[in-house]
Nanobody, 125 residues
Framework: QVQLVESGGGLVQAGGSLRLSCAASGVIFSINAMGWYRQAPGKQRELVAT???????TYADSVKGRFTISRDNAKNTVYLQMNSLKPEDTAVYYC???????????????????WGQGTQVTVSS
C-alpha cells in the first residue's frame, strides 16, 4: 500500500508563511500528479494546487502569486510554500497523489488516488 504523510501545518499570523510537505511511502515506480486541496469548516474540499511529474502546475485563483507548489520526484514528495497568508486560507490541507504505480506483495499495482490524513493551517488576523 501507498501512504501519504503530511507535515508543516500550524498557526501563523496574517502575512506570514508556512511550508507544507507530503511524502509518499512504499515502493513507488511513478506518480502522475500530486497536489494539495483544502477544506474549511462548513465548506467543500477545494483544489489549491497541483503539479504533474513533468512539472506542470495549476493553482486556484485565490492562491496565485502567493503559493508555490514543487515536487521532488526522486523522493516522491510534494511541497507547498505558502506566503502572504490570509485568514481565509485557514483550513485542513490534504495531500493527494493521482495514478500511483507501486510494488506490493510481489506484484505491480496501481491506485487511482491516494489522500493524506490532512494537516491544519490556521491564520490569525
Amino acid at each position: 500500500q501507498v501512504q501519504l504523510v503530511e507535515s508543516g501545518g500550524g498557526l501563523v499570523q496574517a502575512g506570514g508563511s508556512l511550508r507544507l510537505s507530503c511524502a509518499a511511502s512504499g515502493v513507488i515506480f511513478s506518480i502522475n500528479a500530486m497536489g494539495w486541496y483544502r477544506q474549511a469548516p462548513g465548506k467543500q474540499r477545494e483544489l489549491v494546487a497541483t503539479i504533474t511529474s513533468g512539472g506542470t502546475t495549476t493553482y486556484a485563483d485565490s492562491v496565485k502569486g502567493r503559493f508555490t507548489i514543487s515536487r521532488d520526484n526522486a523522493k516522491n514528495t510534494v511541497y507547498l510554500q505558502m506566503n502572504s497568508l490570509k485568514p481565509e486560507d485557514t483550513a485542513v490541507y490534504y495531500c493527494n497523489a493521482e495514478r500511483v504505480t507501486y510494488y506490493d506483495n510481489d506484484s505491480i499495482r496501481r491506485m487511482g488516488a491516494v489522500w493524506g490524513q490532512g494537516t491544519q493551517v490556521t491564520v490569525s488576523s
